[in-house]
């Protein structure tokens, strides 16, 4: 049986799809980067593995951030993966304080790259951009991970429908809340 091509659809409002995303929980992340002696860090969620083999890691940021221009500049940057303590730092870094300031809190070192590296982040991936993207009002960014720091055991700091969230672990076995379904994990 032949099928006849959808009807052409209305382009997607931008508002739409803002409150669509909203509804995807996500890892908070502190990304970091040095460049002309200056400390640059923002608060991100656009953040992912992109490939094993070398390893390697994607950031997404706006092109009007602060922290963009000095990616773009300096070619390096760090992803420090949140603990759930680390929500006031978040904040801090999502516009709370702004410069060097943001860096007062937290202990902070460096690694290979020479961008800030938080110590008591889950874990921190030190990469240099080995390609970038550029795609509307962001970038993405690719880096290769030159060096890893494995931070303290706690579980990951999440942002979901504008709000802070933490992870709940299940029991295999136990059942799952209502309206969740099973999917045999």
């Not at 080995?130 to 706690?154: C, N, P, R, S, W």
Request: glycine share 10%; net charge positive.
């Amino acid at each position: 049986m032949e099928q006849k091509p959808a009807a052409a659809s209305q382009p997607v409002d931008a508002g739409q799809f803002k409150i669509g995303m909203r509804t995807l929980a996500g890892a908070v992340n502190i990304i970091t980067s040095f460049h002309a002696g200056h400390r640059y860090g923002m608060t991100a969620t656009a953040v992912c593995s992109a490939t094993a083999e070398p390893p390697t890691v994607l950031v997404c940021i706006n092109k009007l951030a602060t922290t963009h221009g000095a990616v773009s500049k300096s070619k390096v940057f760090c992803v420090n993966v949140l603990r759930t303590e680390n929500w006031e730092l978040s904040t801090t870094f999502s516009g709370g304080q702004t410069g060097d300031a943001r860096f007062r809190n937290g202990n902070w070192v460096k690694l290979a790259t020479g961008s800030p590296v938080l110590v008591d982040a889950l874990v921190s991936f030190d990469c240099r951009v080995v390609k970038t993207v550029a795609h509307g009002t962001h970038t993405v960014f690719l880096g290769q991970v030159e060096q890893i720091l494995i931070g303290q055991k706690g579980k990951p700091l999440l942002y979901s429908d504008g709000q802070y969230a933490k992870l709940a672990s299940l029991t295999l076995g136990e059942p799952l809340p209502e309206g969740l379904d099973y999917w045999g994990f």
